[in-house]
């Protein structure tokens, strides 16, 4: 009378045990329920069935993890979007300014010629004693020379550069009114010892032809090279006479480089100024002095010869007015203003 109960919780315990173990999963000993006080087969005694203990839980159920065991979630910031640099634009190069050219000087169109009067000294000093002809009429006293700045002061005159004149050739460089040049020959002691005080004093420069060996020497009758130097310093204008005083005409060529130029290069060494004008000793030259003379850089030479007219055509020869010892200050103001103005 009980089989048919038992039968039907047996199929219940069946069915428990399939969706316990999941689909497919083989049944074994373990996994039936032992019957407790289970009666002898065939007694017909009731029995009780007690499950085994299973787990506490939902089997299928997955496991899970204790908070102290799960990683705390990293917080994720929002990403911050790095902005890209700005592109700083390259600084605007600022042109420099622009130079303003000097002014160039413009000077009206050169003259073919001028005439201006070139004074021509030798010594100024006293008249020696034993003085031959010569000595006494290339020599004019510190009194006479010094009225003759007077004169020359007092009429308006100013005295120029030889290279002023060339420039006033050349590109048209104005002269000043009345102007005049002063030039002494030989690079005498007394030019040092007088000339130079006196044209210091009446506002007026010279230009003064040098001799090199008497001045290497130290000859006592010559400036010496620590004078000129003075005399430069000064304001006169030191040029070359040669470096001895002889004649240059009908010289071989050697000869005439080591008097012209030689002096030039003497010159400028013990001066550091430019030579620019040769004078021919005692006046005296020819077509291959010239020529020397020319090629060894001077822009002009000047001779004994009388007259004032000034161009560049005759550059290698311009002409001096000769002063003689024996004028007073009538004759010479009668020479002056008897030449071209």
């Not at 169109?109 to 290339?138: C, G, T």
């Not at 620019?276 to 003379?293: I, K, L, M, N, Q």
């Not at 850089?297 to 004032?308: C, E, F, I, K």
Request: glycine letters at 6%; one cysteine or more.
């Amino acid at each position: 009378m009980h089989s048919r109960p038992l039968r039907a919780f047996s199929l219940l315990l069946l069915a428990f045990l399939v969706t316990a173990c999941g689909p497919g999963a083989p049944l074994s000993a373990a996994s039936v329920p032992t019957a407790i006080g289970a009666p002898a087969e065939g007694s017909g005694a009731a029995m009780t069935l007690v499950p085994e203990k299973t787990p506490t839980g939902n089997p299928l159920d997955t496991p899970t993890t204790s908070p102290s065991e799960t990683p705390a979630a990293t917080e994720t910031l929002p990403a911050t979007e790095t902005p890209s640099p700005t592109d700083t634009p390259m600084p605007t190069e600022t042109p420099l300014p622009t130079e303003t050219p000097l002014p160039t000087a413009t000077y009206p169109p050169p003259p073919d010629v001028v005439n201006v009067p070139i004074l021509m000294y030798h010594y100024i000093s006293e008249i020696p004693a034993d003085a031959d002809i010569y000595r006494r009429d290339l020599t004019v006293t510190p009194d006479r020379f010094e009225a003759q700045l007077q004169y020359l002061q007092a009429q308006g005159y100013q005295s120029v550069s030889l290279v002023d004149i060339h420039e006033t050739l050349t590109v048209g460089k104005p002269l000043p009114p009345r102007p005049i040049v002063l030039t002494f020959d030989d690079g005498y002691k007394d030019a040092y010892t007088h000339a130079l005080p006196l044209l210091q004093t009446y506002g007026f420069t010279g230009e003064f032809f040098v001799l090199a060996t008497p001045a290497h020497f130290e000859a006592p009758a010559y400036m010496t090279w620590d004078e000129i130097h003075a005399m430069a310093d000064a304001g006169m204008s030191i040029q070359a006479h040669g470096r001895d005083h002889y004649d240059l005409t009908g010289r071989d060529y050697d000869f005439l480089v080591y008097q012209v130029l030689g002096a030039r290069e003497a010159v400028e060494a013990h001066t550091g100024k430019p030579a620019t004008f040769f004078c021919y000793p005692s006046g005296r030259h020819d077509a291959s002095v010239e020529a020397v003379v020319a090629s060894a850089g001077y822009l002009g030479a000047v001779t004994t010869a009388w007259g004032t007219e000034l161009s560049l055509d005759n550059r290698m020869t311009w002409p001096r007015i000769r002063i003689k010892g024996a004028w007073g200050i009538e004759e010479f103001a009668s020479v002056l203003s008897s030449l071209p103005q």
